[in-house]
């Protein structure tokens, strides 16, 4: 049979046209995607910015549905499951993008932060652990270990805490000296619980070697001498707080005071207190002074004129009902009432307050149980800042 060349000729233009239209098809299907995908992502943005989120979600999802492969849009998507307390849809999103294969190590580091995170604000401290373990030697390396050491807070792990707080100081991001001494004051006191004093002096030593301007490791250690008798090193070591940390000394004005009796020092004491509170008047110190001259013996009615001179240049509501109170009253019967009329109208004044987040404490706090940020409880009682 002879082949006729002559359907070759016809059979070609038929093709030509066939492959043109195709892919115009192909390319006009790709066009009405691209189009409809940058509309949602845009839709999304708006409602974003309008603090629309379940919109922003639903249309974040139209356009990762339409173009699957952008992770910018998947990390978009998991950043608004995650604010919104949708930790488990947040983990699912940035799981797929970790198995995906053809994602560059940039994006993987990425996604595996975004995972961790997910996993912290979830409060699956172990998990976000090993996520964020997995990111040593990468960009996020140290936003990974402050993580880490917030994570290691929360739990009360302070070994390990104070591991990457040191390995942060090492890596130069930032002063961490103040939090191992806290850290190691921690350990101490969980030494003290198991009656362990030894190990618990030790470190308390050890913190004041290592930041010897913090107070709080010279406090701890002064109540651990001072219960077990020795009234004059506790002394010593407090009245070393007078040099490197003199703003503190409200907090321990009420402790020396009763180591100065314990330890027959009291005059001496007395002076010092007396020194610093000339420099800088507090409710505290006004207080450790009147108990001081009570114990020597001086009148009632002198010790009480420290309250008097204190109101003299400062107008403290605290130092008139201590005022008040100290005083018998020629009516004995109207006082009580009076007194309690105060101390309810004091109450609030000689609270402590966080300088980062104001939570209101009776006690002073090293660690903010509100926004558990270290030292920013200000030595000074509410009415005084």
């Not at 604010?83 to 580091?109: I, M, N």
């Not at 964020?132 to 807070?153: C, H, I, M, Q």
């Not at 939090?179 to 969980?190: D, F, G, I």
Request: aromatic share 8%.
């Amino acid at each position: 049979m002879d082949f006729d060349i002559s359907w070759l000729l016809l059979s070609l233009p038929v093709a030509f046209v066939l492959g043109w239209a195709a892919s115009r098809f192909d390319l006009r299907q790709l066009r009405l995607e691209n189009r409809r995908a940058p509309k949602a992502y845009f839709r999304g943005l708006n409602f974003l910015l309008n603090e629309q989120q379940d919109e922003a979600i639903d249309a974040f999802i139209e356009a990762v549905q339409n173009d699957p492969d952008t992770s910018e849009l998947h990390f978009a998507l998991g950043n608004l499951f995650r604010r919104r307390g949708e930790y488990e849809r947040a983990v699912r999103v940035h799981q797929h993008l970790l198995s995906r294969g053809d994602l560059s190590s940039t994006d993987r580091h990425r996604a595996q932060h975004a995972l961790a995170l997910d996993y912290l604000r979830a409060g699956l401290l172990d998990r976000a652990e090993e996520a964020l373990l997995k990111l040593d030697g990468t960009p996020f390396e140290s936003e990974a270990r402050l993580a880490l050491l917030a994570n290691y807070e929360r739990s009360r792990d302070w070994v390990h805490a104070a591991d990457v707080a040191q390995r942060l100081e090492n890596a130069e991001h930032g002063s961490f000296v103040g939090r191992l001494a806290h850290y190691l004051c921690e350990q101490s006191a969980a030494h003290l619980a198991a009656h362990e004093p030894e190990a618990a002096q030790k470190l308390l030593e050890q913190a004041i070697a290592n930041a010897p301007n913090a107070p709080r490791p010279r406090i701890e250690l002064a109540k651990l001498l001072g219960q077990r008798g020795e009234a004059a090193q506790a002394l010593a070591t407090l009245e070393a707080i007078h040099d490197v940390a003199p703003a503190a000394v409200p907090l321990i004005a009420a402790h020396l005071a009763q180591l100065g009796i314990a330890s027959g020092q009291t005059e001496h004491v007395l002076e010092r207190i007396k020194a610093h509170y000339a420099e800088a008047p507090c409710i505290d110190c006004l207080e450790a002074i009147v108990t001081l001259e009570t114990h020597l013996g001086i009148p009632p009615a002198q010790t009480r004129q420290w309250y008097l001179r204190h109101l003299e240049n400062e107008p403290s509501l605290v130092a008139a009902s201590r005022w008040i109170a100290s005083d018998s009253g020629e009516d004995p019967s109207t006082q009580p009432m009076v007194q309690r009329a105060l101390d309810h109208a004091v109450k609030p004044l000689t609270r402590y307050r966080c300088a980062a987040c104001g939570f209101e404490a009776k006690q002073h706090f090293w660690q903010c149980p509100g926004c558990q940020a270290w030292d920013s409880y200000p030595a000074r009682r509410v009415e005084e800042l």
